[in-house]
């Protein structure tokens, strides 16, 4: 105990009063810009923020969510995790100070809230592998009992050091030779320490069984605990090295704060990615399909479409999409009579003479994993219209053709049905890539781009203003 007895242990003496006070103040003070946004706080409010805003979404569902256990951890983590994040930041360690008439009573609160959290990563780890029911139950109870404990600890600790002056930003390494106050630390390190190391281990040995979102939720983890690990390092190096006597003080009041932070936001991510990760992946693919639809939409959503399949601004992707393909699939039935096969006949013909130009000329081919899957996606196709002789084509180009033929027809049926024309086609023809979702995009896209479409459309009206002449 030679080394820690060279740290403060108490009241100082006299002659020493004066010296501690002015070096209470000067070690106080922010030194540069890393410093200062440590001691206004910012570094902990931006992640107390987010993470307050995280748990929100989570329980915007309404009461309900709290009947599911691993949404009720992951939100209780997130305000656990928000509530230290804004307690750590030195104006708000000021402001708790003040208020109580204690000095440094936001130690043991920080230290709490932290202990807490570490036992809420490990709960939730437990009912997120899952397992016997059972199990988990004696799993968490042992988690909570000896957390439980070390919180316990640490007001204790509290209570029996003597702690009178305030420290902000150094608590840790100032007060790291106090008699019950160093102890109460590394309890509260040790209990840290303790489940990180178990929580790293669950995470790398589940790492090795799971896929999709639940290993980038894992991966998530096992970042933020890299985070931590430095975050502790750090601690710890700074308290060995005030005990021999040296002021590495830097290591706990610059260096930890941004890494804690980063750990706890980092680690938080990892658990509600496989919560949030789906939704988010479904929305996505939404979006995308719903911008690709849009010329489909566009061509179909001035016929005699419902009120529910209107696209709002303010829906979210899924939904845009649901009521686009309302939209779409009522003007496809709206114009269906109009539907006239020689028109697809004539356009097929065009835009196979077209595509078979243009894959005479000279160009690069295809990678063979690309070849193969667009093969495959051609096996479902619709096939070109009967009475059609295709010999020597290439299958690409009759699937192709195939499509805008069906987006000619249907511009021409469209057009047809706005007009109220009253006179049927002699045969009637089909929209089969209607039936794929794939080729519904291929039909929305040659609505835009081809122009053997845009040539039938010229055509349909020219047609219609002839009859109407």
């Known amino acids: 105990m030679s080394a820690m007895s060279a740290a403060p242990t108490g009241p100082a003496p006299a002659a020493r009063g004066v010296v501690a006070v002015v070096r209470a103040e000067a070690t106080g003070r922010p030194s540069g810009r890393r410093a200062g946004l440590v001691d206004d706080g910012v570094v902990f409010y931006i992640p107390g923020v987010l993470l307050l805003l995280a748990a929100g979404l989570k329980l915007s569902g309404g009461p309900g969510v709290w009947r599911d256990p691993l949404v009720a951890s992951s939100a209780g983590i997130l305000l656990v995790g928000s509530s230290v ?13 003040d208020a109580t008439g204690v000095a440094n009573f936001s130690a043991p609160l920080v230290y709490t809230g932290m202990t807490a959290l570490s036992a809420g990563y490990l709960v939730l780890m437990t009912r997120w592998r899952g397992g016997p029911t059972e199990s988990q139950r004696r799993a968490d109870r042992l988690v909570l009992g000896l957390y439980g404990l070390a919180v316990a600890g640490v007001w204790v ?50 790492l090795r069984e799971v896929r999709g979102v639940t290993r980038a939720g894992l991966v998530l983890i096992v970042v933020g605990l ?12 700074a308290m060995a090295a005030r005990w021999r006597g040296v002021d590495w003080d830097f290591l706990s009041t610059d260096v930890s704060p941004p890494l804690v932070m980063f750990a706890g936001v980092t680690v938080a991510c990892g658990f509600a990615v496989p919560r949030v990760g789906p939704p988010a992946v479904a929305n996505l693919r939404a979006w995308r399909r719903y911008r690709l639809l849009k010329p489909l939409w566009a061509e179909l959503s001035t016929l005699r479409a419902p009120a529910e399949g209107v696209v709002r601004w303010w829906d979210p992707p899924v939904v845009r999409l649901a009521r686009q393909e309302i939209a779409i699939w009522d003007g496809v039935l709206a114009c269906s009579p109009y539907l006239d096969d020689r028109v697809r006949t004539t356009a097929y ?78 045969n009637v023809g089909t929209l089969r890539s209607m039936a794929d979702p794939h080729l519904m995009v291929r039909l929305a896209g040659a609505l835009s781009t081809s122009q053997v479409v845009a040539k039938a459309r010229r055509r349909a009206e020219n047609r219609m203003a002839t009859t109407h002449d």
């Open 226 to 237: 890299g985070f931590d690990a430095c975050y502790q390092i750090a601690k710890y190096t």
């Open 349 to 426: 013909a065009e835009a196979l003479a077209q595509l078979t130009a243009a894959g005479s000329a000279p160009g690069r081919p295809l990678p063979g994993v690309l070849a193969r899957a667009v093969a495959q996606r051609l096996r479902a196709a619709p096939r070109a219209p009967s009475g059609s002789s295709d010999t020597g084509t290439p299958p690409h180009a009759v699937h192709r053709a195939t499509v805008v033929a069906e987006a000619a027809m249907l511009v021409a049926g469209v057009r047809a049905s706005r007009t109220g024309g009253t006179e049927a086609p002699a």
């Open 157 to 206: 600790l509290f209570a029996l050091a003597h702690v009178p002056v305030e420290r902000t930003r150094d608590l840790d390494t100032y007060y790291a030779g106090t008699p019950y106050m160093c102890e109460m630390i590394l309890l509260y390190m040790v209990a840290h320490t303790a489940a990180t190391g178990a929580l790293a281990f669950m995470s790398v040995s589940w």
């Open 85 to 97: 994040c804004l307690l750590s930041a030195p104006p708000t360690i000021r402001f708790v100070n």
